[in-house]
């Protein structure tokens, strides 16, 4: 199964609309139709990178035509990924995609970490988001962008430790989830009480991040 927010193609068959929190959402690549084509995979969570979903039909949910011009919302977003979590619950949902991460989830995983953020909890950023690393030798978000319009990328200095890294990476990811995009630098202690510098780079698609001892 599929979570994408772009919209489903006029022309589509073999379809059906959900509602969420009062927001209307399409179901794709229903039988007797033809399945969807599998997304990407850039990024696996609670998944084997030997598993085999060659034999697995995929189904896409998507936001209704009339939420066109919101399909970056908020609330929108949460009830997308609300629906996902309440269908990865069939026994027969082998993997939940969040297209805007390339982000391929165990089922029971999806399910709880969204389910954890609709109940007031932390934002998930291992699921609707992911990490990679960068040519420099850094970590960077893939996905957030569809949340607050910024990608965030830490410098080298704060990756030699890639786990350490991680962790800095979520901790902000969470944050800037929460307080919106950033547009002027700013700076906040970090888990080592080292202070982090956060500086809206290219013309404010990203937010490079520096650490100072």
């Given at each position: 199964?599929?979570?994408?927010s772009?919209?489903r193609?006029?022309?589509?068959?073999h379809?059906?609309?959900?509602?969420?929190?009062?927001?209307t959402f399409?179901?794709?690549?229903?039988s007797?139709?033809?399945?969807?084509?599998?997304p990407?995979?850039?990024?696996?969570?609670?998944?084997?990178e030997?598993?085999?979903?060659?034999?697995?039909?995929?189904?896409?949910?998507?936001p209704?035509?009339?939420l066109?011009?919101?399909?970056t919302?908020l609330?929108v977003l949460r009830?997308l990924?609300?629906l996902g979590?309440?269908?990865a619950?069939?026994?027969?949902?082998?993997?939940?995609?969040?297209?805007a991460?390339g982000?391929?989830s165990?089922?029971?995983?999806?399910?709880?970490v969204?389910?954890?953020?609709?109940?007031?909890?932390?934002?998930p950023s291992l699921g609707?988001?992911?990490?990679?690393?960068t040519?420099?030798?850094?970590?960077?978000s893939d996905?957030l962008e569809?949340?607050?319009?910024?990608?965030?990328?830490l410098?080298p200095?704060?990756?030699r430790?890639?786990?350490?890294?991680?962790?800095?990476a979520?901790?902000?990811?969470n944050?800037?989830?929460?307080?919106?995009?950033?547009?002027?630098?700013?700076?906040m202690?970090?888990?080592?009480?080292?202070?982090?510098?956060?500086?809206?780079?290219?013309?404010q698609?990203?937010?490079?991040?520096?650490a100072?001892?």
């Amino acid at each position: 199964m599929s979570v994408a927010s772009e919209e489903r193609s006029h022309e589509e068959e073999h379809w059906a609309e959900l509602l969420a929190n009062g927001l209307t959402f399409d179901v794709t690549g229903l039988s007797p139709g033809p399945a969807r084509v599998h997304p990407e995979r850039y990024h696996l969570l609670g998944l084997a990178e030997a598993e085999d979903f060659s034999t697995s039909e995929a189904i896409t949910i998507t936001p209704g035509p009339h939420l066109a011009g919101g399909r970056t919302m908020l609330p929108v977003l949460r009830s997308l990924a609300l629906l996902g979590a309440m269908l990865a619950e069939l026994p027969q949902v082998h993997a939940v995609v969040w297209h805007a991460a390339g982000a391929w989830s165990e089922p029971g995983y999806f399910r709880s970490v969204i389910l954890r953020w609709i109940a007031g909890g932390p934002f998930p950023s291992l699921g609707l988001t992911a990490i990679a690393p960068t040519r420099e030798g850094g970590l960077k978000s893939d996905g957030l962008e569809i949340f607050i319009g910024q990608e965030l990328v830490l410098g080298p200095d704060l990756a030699r430790d890639k786990a350490e890294g991680t962790k800095v990476a979520i901790r902000l990811m969470n944050w800037l989830a929460e307080s919106g995009r950033i547009t002027e630098s700013t700076s906040m202690m970090g888990p080592a009480g080292e202070t982090l510098r956060l500086v809206p780079e290219q013309n404010q698609r990203i937010v490079k991040v520096t650490a100072s001892f």
